[in-house]
């Protein structure tokens, strides 16, 4: 391959792109103008593009290139105000949402304007970003292909190895070269600022000077210290700390914008979702256009109605730019005390699943950094939000107020929304010439969790801090043995504390300074080995582009061989399974072969009135011939039945008793459809028999039916369990269904969020029904509890729904007798619909989390229960014991989601 010409950077970021190059010889960096739709038939070039992505229409394709594929920047900026549910947004920051699987396509979260098979996972979002902009570049520079050149890609200092992983894969997608780097984007902001200096000589004295780099953009505040030192030739510069991630910003900003407008709306008024979306996204116009130069005092915002007409209905609100101001400064850039603290007590302002910072103000979250490192002397700062000189001069006035008025120098950034993609691209070149770069090994430390010590739990480090690319970090734990041909899994941390802390060493966790990591895992195999088990030892190490590398390795020196840890990126994409290989099943090979013969010989006789078979009886003999009650029965022994019931499937057709007999056993054996080996090959099996029909059509074939798949709901997958409710949603939203089709409707969690909303309202407003008469309302009562679960058995949190719609059934229910016989049930209900899972996007406000608990323990809910309301605290294995009307088989442990 050709030596690379040019020096690439990209600034992927939450609100804009940006590409710049610089010729590796030298010669300054340079931007690339990006050609992009401003409206249908109508291109523009622009220096930077807007990081949404919009679907058109069928009808509105022609015009906008002819295909009906994602259109990528302003005129998509554009469309998130007026149809949002066609337009990604904030890609980027999904990229760091470790709650989510940011493989699936979920994006435009919530969305019914879409289909499922329209949505995008983050990573695709990011990819096709990624891709306009590689395209953009080979249209200008079709001799000297994008894949030839050094590319570099900035990320948020905050973000963690995980976060850096998926950026560089979303790359991948994009068609990247594999060498293509990441870079922080304070780092690339302070390269752009030397590049434009020459060097640092202007801040040298006679101590080492240290400077601040403030990054706050359209999804994160990033701040990162330099220390810069005398040496020959050149002076030093090192990346001395990090701060945390913090998904706080620009749209943050936007938010609280449309809250303030939504209260100058008439009394009373309700925005639906979509309404809210126009709001915020015009909200964020009204920013830019008052931290600009438009001229007046008084911004109207205008949001369409909910009628067919575009303008039928529509609210009309005014906020004054004195407001917007106030909003920014007092809400966002407060005067606060050096050891000032965030409030970390309740989420801030909610949108979408974004775990967005819990504190608004900028300026708690900088004191908190700043506590116990060295004075500022520079600051620099980069970003859209920190481009109006009055948010400048505050920050720098309120770390002044912290340092006895010793005010920093405040180095200029002229262009606060490229300096990250010039700084890239000069990063780029100084790299592929070797000179002299900024001092930055690893910005965060990696620790594992090791066996607790006195109920406290311990964390042993495996990268330290400031661990430079290719350093090799070993670990030697006692008594670290790896089991061969079994998973094994780590519970993985990081920080940007504990900067002096050696690999080796362990410490204490705290939930302050340590952040979760999705777990690192394997599965180590040896071929030919006559060993089970192994000592071995933990490396870890960043590699050239950055990214984390961790291996177990062989302690035994007769044996060479390694495994690499890799992070579990896709939490709900499998689901929890028991390796069954070195389980007891409880009973002997010649009692199961007995059991199975008796399950084929009872299936091959007739059902009479006196002697009529019924599942009950069959279990019945089985616990004889087994020598163990059902309830003792394992996952292991239930599933070694299977066969022997699958082989029986054809005698079903002999009556409805068999069929009804067969499908009880079924659902009880094959319970709760996922957690061992081989249960994707037995739900197959299921399915495949359901394609054939009912034997015997009718209610009471359909009925037991439905008690199957609710037994099995966690092995169907989104087609299957829509699939099977599809025929029956008419009954489900009237007053014909019947109380097992209601249940299972609430088992399905991967039914697509609309239609899992809409069946929470219809079931909500049949309960306020039925109460008024006393009538039971147990069957929906149980399955709202499953709808409105804050912590799902077997799906992921994109299948929750949004705390409005808990709030809005407490709303209706809260009236009623919690007491009375028919709605007992409502209590178990919000002890899963309200339940504190310590995340923002799915808790409730602790406002409606108190009034909730306050009502529970009225009705004579334990407190012990009630408190999993008003706070949080870890989900346990019983907390999904019987979720769905079932125990679980013994032996199968479920994580809490």
Same mark, same amino acid.
């Given at each position: ?104 396509? $979920? ?38 292909? $994008? ?11 905050? $973000? ?29 902001? /302070? ?140 809400? /966002? ?93 000069? $990063? ?10 900024? @001092? ?30 290719? @350093? *090799? ?62 000592? *071995? ?20 020196? @007769? ?114 459809? /996922? ?72 088992? /399905? ?119 999993? *309301? ?5 989900? @346990? ?21």
């Amino acid at each position: 391959m050709a030596p690379s010409k040019y020096s690439i950077g990209i600034d992927l970021g939450t609100t804009n792109c940006a590409l710049a190059y610089e010729p590796i010889e030298g010669g300054g960096t340079r931007i690339l103008p990006i050609p992009q739709w401003e409206g249908p038939n109508s291109r523009v070039e622009s220096e930077t593009l807007p990081s949404f992505l919009y679907l058109p229409t069928a009808a509105e394709a022609p015009s906008l290139g002819g295909e009906a594929a994602w259109v990528a920047g302003r005129f998509a900026r554009k469309q998130s105000a007026e149809v949002p549910g066609r337009v990604i947004h904030s890609a980027k920051s999904w990229l760091g949402h470790h709650v989510l699987d940011r493989s699936k396509p $979920f994006l435009p979260w919530h969305s019914d304007s879409l289909t499922r098979s329209e949505h995008l996972s983050p990573i695709e979002a990011s990819a096709i970003l990624l891709q306009y902009l590689l395209t953009s570049w080979n249209a200008r520079f079709p001799s000297d292909p $994008f894949n030839q050149q050094a590319v570099t890609i900035t990320v948020p200092a905050s $973000f963690d190895p995980v976060a850096q992983k998926l950026t560089l894969e979303a790359a991948k997608q994009a068609g990247f070269p594999d060498d293509v780097r990441l870079i922080e984007e304070p780092q690339a902001a /302070f390269y752009r600022w030397l590049e434009q200096h020459e060097n640092a000589d202007s801040l040298l004295s006679d101590r080492p000077t240290h400077l601040v780099v403030i990054d706050i953009g359209g999804g994160t505040s990033d701040f990162s210290l330099f220390e810069i030192s005398k040496a020959s030739p050149l002076p030093r510069i090192r990346r001395v700390a990090v701060s945390d991630h913090l998904l706080l910003g620009g749209d943050n900003i936007d938010l609280a914008i449309a809250h303030r407008v939504q209260q100058a709306l008439p009394a009373g008024t309700e925005l639906a979702p979509i309404q809210w979306s126009y709001l915020v996204a015009r909200c964020r116009e009204i920013k830019e256009a008052c931290l600009g130069d438009v001229a007046g005092e008084d911004f109207t915002v205008s949001i369409p109605g909910r009628g067919s007409g575009l303008f039928g209905g529509t609210l009309t609100a005014k906020i004054q730019r004195e407001d917007i101001l106030t909003i920014l400064i007092d809400g /966002f850039f407060p005067h606060c005390a050096a050891d000032a603290e965030p409030d970390r007590d309740e989420a801030g302002l909610r949108e979408v699943a974004l775990p967005y910072a819990t504190d608004s103000a900028v300026t708690r979250y900088l004191a908190e950094f700043l506590q116990g490192r060295p004075r500022v002397d520079a600051m620099l700062f980069n970003g859209g939000t920190l481009h109006p000189e009055l948010l400048q001069q505050r920050l720098i006035d309120q770390i002044a107020s912290w340092q006895d008025g010793q005010a920093p120098l405040n180095l200029q950034n002229p262009e606060p929304t490229l300096a990250v993609a010039r700084g890239a691209a000069r $990063f780029g070149s100084i790299t592929r010439q070797k000179l002299q770069r900024i @001092e930055a090994g690893s910005a965060r430390a990696v620790y594992l969790e090791v066996a607790a010590k006195d109920s406290a739990r311990q964390l042993v480090c495996i990268l330290p801090h400031g661990a430079e690319p290719e @350093e *090799v970090s070993e670990v030697s734990l006692p008594d670290l043995t790896l089991i061969l041909g079994r998973p094994v899994k780590f519970q993985s941390f990081s920080t940007t504390r504990h900067a002096r802390t050696r690999a080796g060493a362990i410490v204490a966790w705290d939930p302050r300074s340590f952040h979760p990591l999705p777990p690192l895992q394997t599965t180590a195999r040896l071929p030919g080995a006559s060993i089970d088990s192994l000592p *071995v030892h933990i490396t870890a190490s960043l590699n050239e582009v950055g990214l984390l590398n961790v291996l177990l390795v062989s302690a035994d020196p @007769e044996i060479v061989a390694s495994w690499p840890l890799e992070f579990n990126l896709r939490p709900h994409d499998e689901t929890p399974s028991i390796d069954t290989s070195t389980m007891d099943s409880g009973v002997d090979d010649e009692t199961l072969k007995a059991a199975s013969d008796l399950i084929g010989h009872y299936f091959r006789s007739s059902s009479s009135k006196k002697q009529k078979l019924t599942a009950n009886n069959l279990l019945k003999k089985l616990e004889e011939a087994l020598g163990q009650p059902k309830h003792e029965w394992n996952g292991l022994l239930l599933r070694s039945l299977w066969p022997a019931l699958h082989d029986c499937s054809e005698f079903c057709s002999q009556s409805p008793d068999h069929e009804e007999a067969w499908l009880i056993v079924a659902g009880y054996l094959l319970r709760p459809g /996922f957690g061992f080996d081989g249960d994707p090959t037995h739900m197959d099996q299921l399915w495949q028999l359901r394609a054939n029909g009912p034997a015997h059509p009718g209610k009471r074939t359909a009925v037991q039916q439905w008690v199957t798949w609710r037994r099995v709901a966690g092995g169907l997958d989104h087609d299957r369990q829509q699939g099977i409710l599809a025929p029956d949603l008419e009954k489900l939203s009237g007053r014909k269904a019947s109380a097992e089709l209601i249940r299972l409707a609430g088992a /399905f969690e991967h039914l697509e969020v609309s239609l899992k909303a809409g069946l929470a309202t219809d079931f909500t407003s049949r309960v306020v029904e039925l109460a008024q008469t006393r009538q039971y309302c147990a069957p929906w009562l149980v399955a709202l509890g499953l709808l409105l679960n804050r912590a799902p058995l077997y799906a992921g949190p994109s299948t929750v729904l949004p705390p409005e719609q808990v709030t809005e059934a407490y709303e209706k229910f809260r009236d009623l007798d919690w007491t009375s016989p028919e709605l007992l049930e409502i209590q178990n209900l919000f002890l899963r619909a309200a339940r504190v899972v310590d995340d923002p996007a799915r808790d409730l406000p602790k406002a409606i989390r108190h009034q909730i608990a306050d009502q529970l323990e009225k009705s004579g809910v334990a407190a012990v229960k009630a408190d999993k *309301v008003r706070s949080y605290l870890a989900m @346990e294995a019983t907390d999904h014991a019987g979720l769905f009307g079932e125990s679980l088989p013994p032996g199968l442990v479920l994580a809490a989601t």
